[in-house]
């Protein structure tokens, strides 16, 4: 998820020269005024490429000049005429930030690339100027120092510490000199993560696979090999094309019974931003980690790690690398016996070959083949991609909350696979908007987020208009989409996301919804893919896309006997990607620039996740999540909120499972509340007691092996 703040001091009126087109502010800007569509909808059908950088630029000069009327009102500082009166600036910015961020991550072109490489350093500038700001800081300081004599509400006083450690966090403390110093450390940052992201957009795109001969593809279902020929003919190229997902390992593999192909597709994906050229991205992030631990040093921090994680739940890099740490012997361990038993099956099928990681995905398919009797081929006629987000996740969030779903068409989106929903509440009153883009497509960021273009706030009147992004394989013309377990997972996770939006009721925009920790964020999304396994919900929805007929029972067992397979390799990576990410920003201000390739050797190595057959999830120059989308110092989350969503899961087995009673309750405790109380306290409380190590071992599968701390 991306939030956005704050200014550029050019003026109100911006224009944009673009394909022979021209953008100037003014009443013709679909952006001008709040969309008149349901719901403050973005009304895509009138907004032209060419209509964002002026709104942008109108927006970030508007809010200067409201921030700036806050800042030097002769009136002493008050709740009112200061933290209420800040919450309330942005509005143009703000609706216009939420539409460019959507489009430009989900169906980027060039001229969107051109606005994004022109305003990343105008937008960081923008942010500097608000929370840099003296005089502003000087009134937020005096509210939160008179924050008891004035016996705020507990959301209004939330708000106050919160915004406060926002400023501090930010540099409102450092001398002028320091702050110019920052500004340029920022501008460069900012400048540099999107050159980060564009450059991985091009060289994902440029490593596909790519091959003239079918026979190379031999083991692939003939629908994904007509997939592939339909992506060569919309690339121009003969033959068939495989587009790379934004992790190491590709879904593809699992079916490739070529090795040969197998260790080209690896390869292509391995190497994708290291080929040397335009496109390679070492050198952007060796930079981009030397400017982050100057910049934390600045701000009286040891490390970039040290200064991220002071307002997350983990605190200190410290903590969270305790925890990791303390999960790597049990889930090595674990990965080496699941190597042994592919290497055994390698040597039993006389490969004559030793196991590499090109090997892993097809050949732990043959063992839990084996092992479970199931056949990844024969589940996925049952996971039709329409089904599962109708009959499995939106049931599962009508059992549990009471909600229901209806399609619009008659609201514009911005790519024609886009859908729409209109989210009802149980009383039949209108909840919010969710857009669903489901298909890979080059000019699409990888991997699966959820964002809102428009967030839920009481004090300004709005609902949430909230969106989920998927990269999912987009069938042949004619043929259904059908998609794996992980998809499904997928599926409900990016809801979970969605429901945090959904539900939140909160006065102030700061705090609603998902803008909490990224320690917490994922809990949320983590916590819903518990229901795609939950009995009534499976049954909904795991039905075959031709005759309706549900999973067969036997087969089912078998699916969720497995879902634990493989678990050994699944940590190993997550954790190698999440130590990686944490080593590169606890790394010492003042050094050298580092080489990627030799800083992530010795950093697998220092980290005991050095494993031959397991890369990480993600290699250092192609993790998107810690160089451009605000999880610097922050992957170890999925991990840390994974063990707050088990315990949750658990809390809900003992107490009657998948019923109105118990979602109504974490409704109302825990997703509707936002940021709006401290987050250990609100989980807590609604938990009972403090997290377990027991669930997440038990989920994982992992409950025979050494015992592990839960996140504290």
């Not at 087109?21 to 001008?32: K, L, M, T």
């Not at 795109?205 to 003239?212: G, V, Y």
């Not at 979970?496 to 803008?515: E, K, N, Q, V």
Request: proline letters at 5%; hydrophobic letters at 40%; aromatic letters at 10%.
């Amino acid at each position: 998820m991306a939030m956005a703040g704050a200014i550029w001091m050019s003026g109100a009126v911006g224009m944009l020269q673009a394909q022979g087109q021209a953008s100037v502010w003014g009443p013709e800007n679909p952006f001008y005024r709040a969309s008149a569509l349901p719901f403050q909808a973005p009304p895509f059908d009138r907004i032209k490429d060419t209509d964002y950088q002026p709104a942008l630029e109108a927006g970030m000069a508007e809010q200067r000049r409201e921030i700036t009327a806050i800042a030097e009102n002769p009136a002493a500082a008050t709740f009112e005429n200061t933290l209420v009166a800040m919450e309330k600036t942005g509005r143009l910015f703000d609706r216009a930030m939420g539409v460019f961020n959507g489009v430009s991550g989900a169906n980027m072109n060039p001229v969107l690339q051109a606005v994004q490489d022109a305003e990343a350093p105008k937008l960081a500038a923008h942010q500097d100027a608000i929370y840099l700001d003296a005089k502003l800081f000087a009134r937020v300081k005096a509210v939160y120092e008179q924050r008891d004599p004035m016996k705020l509400d507990p959301e209004s006083r939330r708000l106050v510490e919160v915004v406060y450690q926002r400023f501090v966090h930010a540099g409102a403390n450092l001398s002028d000199g320091d702050k110019v110093r920052l500004k340029k450390l920022n501008e460069e940052e900012s400048t540099l993560s999107n050159t980060f992201i564009t450059k991985l957009l091009a060289a994902t795109k440029e490593a596909a696979f790519r091959t003239s001969d079918k026979a190379a593809l031999k083991g692939m279902p003939e629908a994904q090999i007509a997939a592939a020929a339909v992506a060569a003919k919309e690339r121009k190229v003969d033959g068939y094309v495989i587009a790379l997902q934004n992790t190491t390992q590709q879904p593809v593999l699992a079916a490739l019974g070529d090795r040969g192909t197998r260790k080209a597709v690896f390869e292509d994906s391995w190497n994708r931003a290291e080929r040397g050229g335009a496109n390679d991205t070492r050198g952007t992030i060796a930079r981009l980690a030397q400017l982050r631990a100057e910049k934390a040093k600045l701000l009286g921090s040891p490390n970039y790690a040290a200064w991220a994680l002071q307002d997350q739940m983990a605190k200190t890099p410290e903590a969270a690398l305790k925890f990791m740490d303390a999960l790597v012997p049990g889930a090595t361990a674990r990965a080496r016996r699941e190597a042994a038993d592919i290497r055994a099956l390698i040597e039993a099928q006389n490969g004559g070959f030793g196991l590499e990681p090109w090997d892993w995905e097809f050949y732990q398919e043959q063992v839990r083949k084996a092992k479970y009797d199931l056949d990844e081929a024969q589940v996925k006629p049952y996971f039709e991609l329409r089904s599962v987000l109708e009959n499995g996740v939106f049931y599962a969030a009508h059992e549990l909350y009471g909600i229901t779903f209806k399609e619009r068409k008659d609201l514009p989106v911005y790519q024609e696979d886009v859908r729409v929903f209109e989210v009802f509440d149980a009383s039949g009153k209108t909840l919010a908007l969710f857009y669903q883009d489901p298909f890979k497509r080059d000019n699409k960021n990888g991997g699966a987020w959820m964002d809102q273009f428009v967030g839920q706030s009481k004090l300004l009147g709005t609902i949430p208009v909230i969106f989920n992004v998927t990269n999912f394989t987009k069938p042949a013309p004619g043929e259904p989409a059908l998609i794996s377990f992980d998809d499904v997972i997928t599926m409900f996770h990016e809801f979970g996301h969605g429901l945090h939006g959904i539900f939140a009721d909160t006065m102030y925009p700061s705090l609603s919804g998902p803008a909490v920790p990224r320690d917490f964020v994922e809990f949320p999304s983590q916590f819903n893919e518990h229901w795609a396994t939950y009995p009534s919900v499976f049954s909904h929805y795991a039905k075959h896309y031709k005759t309706g007929a549900p999973m067969p029972v036997e087969l089912a067992e078998k699916l969720k006997r497995s879902a634990t397979f493989n678990q050994g390799y699944r940590l190993t990576e997550l954790l190698a990607a999440a130590e990686l990410d944490m080593q590169w920003h606890t790394i010492a201000e003042g050094g050298a620039l580092l080489d990627p390739d030799e800083f992530e050797k010795a950093a697998l190595v220092k980290t005991k996740l050095a494993l031959k057959e397991v890369p990480p999830r993600y290699r250092s120059s192609y993790f998107a999540h810690i160089w451009n989308t605000g999880y610097a110092a922050g992957y170890y989350a999925y991990l840390w909120s994974e063990s707050l969503d088990d315990n949750a899961y658990q809390w809900f087995e003992d107490h009657g499972g998948l019923t109105r009673a118990n979602g109504d309750r974490f409704r109302k405790m825990v997703l509707s509340r936002g940021n709006t109380e401290d987050l250990d306290a609100m989980y807590k409380a609604w938990l009972g007691k403090e997290p377990e190590a027991g669930p997440m071992l038990k989920y994982r599968g992992l409950a025979d092996g050494a015992s592990q701390p839960a996140a504290e």
